[in-house]
């Protein structure tokens, strides 16, 4: 019974035949003129180039003193073997090309698609989840990105997570949209940002406004804090928890609405992140998050007042006058070096634990 093993070479019938010459001290115009062929035919062979007929291997035969079927299922057995090694290496440029479009590992691990028992089932369901026919064409996407700036990200897996986001907001639903009546529901949105637990509020005011909100743990390399998009109309608002802080969530999320209400036009994805107009909206996005959750007369009294000492009372004090969670101050004077990262980070609270229904998937990744 065989073992069903193939050995990792299989040596070309020319390969013989230069060990057989060598072996005899013949050239292989020798050769030619004892089989009476032309030395170009002999080279062709010796090459690889021409494949060994019964012809051929009848006066290879006689040559070497071998018998034909010698020569034949080397020759066989070559050309088979050059064909696996052709197959194999188109599979690979196939799996090569499908691993640049997506994060397929990472796709599998969440579930995102379903594992597949042959490539081109695999290539199918990656296809689906892209919503693309082929591995040619590229996912029509649009979002206003929050991502680290000085972070060189993996395109591919930008476009998963947004992909997810597409599909996750298509099955929930949300109520009537309304800038208007979304920009005066601001201080009760902000009223929100009193404590960790009153988090648990933000999804369900934010769907009554007609906006979808979503967290979805960010893919390894992606460097998202947060994303905007739209939905039928409906402005999608959505999270990573990259950063599991309560300053941090909350910055995003109004750096979200922020592009929701100043009406940001979404920049086609593949475009240059670094244009001068993707830089401005940015901008005034965090500047308008900046001022709604501090209001500016308020911080630069507290700053003056209390600099260079902020102690944890005096941002307790500053934090309840302002109704804001004292997370939220020192997440601000963090940003702006007025206190040492390392100090009083016991108040920038965990925020998943109050969001949990709300997340996709468990297990993010740790890339920032």
């Not at 030619?32 to 060994?52: D, L, N, T």
């Not at 299922?73 to 090694?85: A, W």
Request: charged content about 25%; overall charge neutral.
């Amino acid at each position: 019974m065989g073992t069903g093993l193939r050995p990792a070479r299989v040596p070309s019938p020319g390969r013989i035949i230069r060990r057989e010459l060598e072996a005899r001290g013949w050239s292989q115009s020798d050769l030619a003129e004892i089989m009476g062929r032309p030395p170009q035919a002999i080279s062709q062979i010796v090459q690889g180039r021409k494949q060994v007929t019964a012809e051929t291997a009848l006066q290879l035969a006689a040559a070497f003193g071998t018998s034909e079927e010698f020569w034949i299922n080397l020759e066989t057995r070559y050309r088979l073997h050059r064909k696996r090694q052709e197959s194999n290496q188109a599979e690979i440029v196939r799996k090569s090309k499908l691993y640049a479009a997506a994060p397929v590992t990472e796709l599998l691990r969440r579930q995102w698609i379903h594992s597949a028992n042959s490539l081109d089932e695999l290539e199918r369901r990656v296809c689906a989840f892209l919503e693309i026919a082929s591995l040619d064409e590229q996912p029509a996407l649009a979002a206003n990105f929050r991502q680290a700036g000085h972070r060189d990200p993996e395109i591919a897996a930008q476009v998963a997570w947004v992909q997810r986001i597409k599909q996750l907001a298509r099955d929930q639903t949300v109520g009537p949209f309304d800038s208007e009546r979304t920009q005066s529901a601001l201080p009760s949105l902000l009223a929100l940002a009193r404590s960790e637990q009153a988090i648990a509020g933000v999804p369900s005011l934010l769907k009554g406004l007609g906006i979808h909100f979503l967290v979805v743990p960010h893919l390894p390399h992606t460097y998202l804090d947060g994303a905007t998009m739209l939905s039928n109309g409906h402005p999608i608002v959505a999270l990573t928890l990259r950063y599991n802080r309560i300053d941090n969530f909350w910055f995003t999320l109004l750096h979200e609405i922020a592009h929701v209400l100043a009406r940001h036009p979404a920049r086609l994805y593949l475009d240059n992140l670094d244009e001068p107009e993707s830089n401005d909206i940015e901008a005034e996005a965090n500047q308008m998050a900046r001022d709604w959750l501090i209001a500016p007369g308020a911080l630069e009294g507290f700053v003056l007042a209390t600099r260079p000492y902020f102690s944890r009372a005096k941002i307790l004090a500053f934090a309840q006058r302002i109704d804001r969670h004292p997370g939220i101050v020192l997440g601000r004077l963090h940003h702006e070096d007025l206190v040492p990262h390392k100090n009083l980070r016991a108040l920038l609270v965990k925020v998943r634990p109050h969001l949990e229904p709300w997340v996709d998937n468990p297990g993010p990744t740790n890339d920032h």
